[in-house]
């Protein structure tokens, strides 16, 4: 009755005061609790039987089978549930992904923990860029990446809840609007996208786990794993075979140190990449496109804190970043969306300068070629 491991029994497994048993069958897992009960006793301990749950994990495509007594220890009926946690791993035998009550749970974590931050305003004033990616990196970064080691990357519905409270935080953090693209929240403010991030963690802990013995339990259970992929299964290791696929990043079957630490290396090189090609191909970013025709980016990372974002002026750092990534009130932004003024697009070559009429409204033309106005004039001199 007992789980095996690639051939390693694994009845029970503590953490601290934590403890799980396991059973693949209803008789060994009372057998259990009533050892356990006993041990306890032995050792002049009491099991809390009001923290004790059971959770029955079942085949999808069959029903549950009907228990033939309930599970008891020290004489009371013990709770069956379907979702509860272990050292913060929160998991679920309902109806689902096994994993989808954690990333739930992690998401409404960072959700009340980014507003917190935020409420800070309310008493220091706007919080500074530099500041708040400190803040994004040592207390929301944390619980968005939480137990992605065992639970990879996720699936795509599971990643978009945890990825809603990411650009929301980088978002206002930027000061610009929800329409906004995602891009521009990484290569302005040096933040990996959550899906790379992710992938990056599941990647160093695989690198840890290649390195450990064979007789170690996260070892037999990678090894378990490895042999799910092998067989075309589902499991950990094709979860993070199939994300790197995604990506054109090929992992073998069974991964060396050397060859974990080169997947790493090409999964910096594709996040890069995949932040450039969303801005090049962006028909919004004009102006970041340019920077990396001039080769002013050259030497750096596509991903940085830019420089700019350090200004002390709110107002001005608002505005150049709005205007940098195209989030400002000119026509050529404004009159890209259908509204009930205009229930349809406009096309880029009629959204006209509002002042001169001739050329389109874009940032260029606003700040150094309209001649439409005399003060405007004046104020470039």
Known sequence: DDVLLSDIVVAHLEHADD????????????????????????????????????????????????????????????????????????????????????????????????????????????????????????????????????????TKKQLDELEDVQHMYLRRLLGVQTRSQCCILFSELGIWPLRFRRLDLQLRYLLYAVALPASHLVSAALMDSQELARTARSGWFSDLQNQLSSLSIALPLQPDEDQVRITLELLKTAVYAHVQDEIISSPKLDLLQSRLRSGIQQHGSPLQFRSYLRLTNYSARRTITQLLVSDHRLSIERLRWANTAYPYKIPRELRLCRLCTEKVEDPLHALFICTGQRTLIYARR
Not at 44 to 58: A, E
Not at 107 to 129: C, D, W, Y
């Open 19 to 154: 403890m799980a048993l396991f059973s693949t069958s209803q008789e060994g897992l009372q057998d259990k609790l009533d050892s356990l009960a006993a041990w306890a006793a032995l050792n002049q301990m009491q099991i809390n039987t009001d923290k004790t749950v059971v959770m029955i994990f079942k085949n999808p495509q069959k029903k549950l089978p009907a228990l033939s007594q309930p599970f008891t220890m020290y004489g009371r009926n013990l709770s069956i549930v379907t979702h509860t946690s272990y050292v913060g791993i929160w998991l679920s035998s309902a109806k689902g992904n096994v994993w989808d009550m954690h990333f739930h749970k992690y998401h409404l974590k960072a959700q009340t923990a980014a507003n917190m931050i935020f409420f800070v305003e309310s008493r220091t004033g706007t919080i500074p860029p530099h500041e708040g990616c400190i803040l994004y990196k040592a207390q929301i970064d944390p619980i968005l990446t939480w137990g992605c080691p065992v639970t990879g990357v996720g």
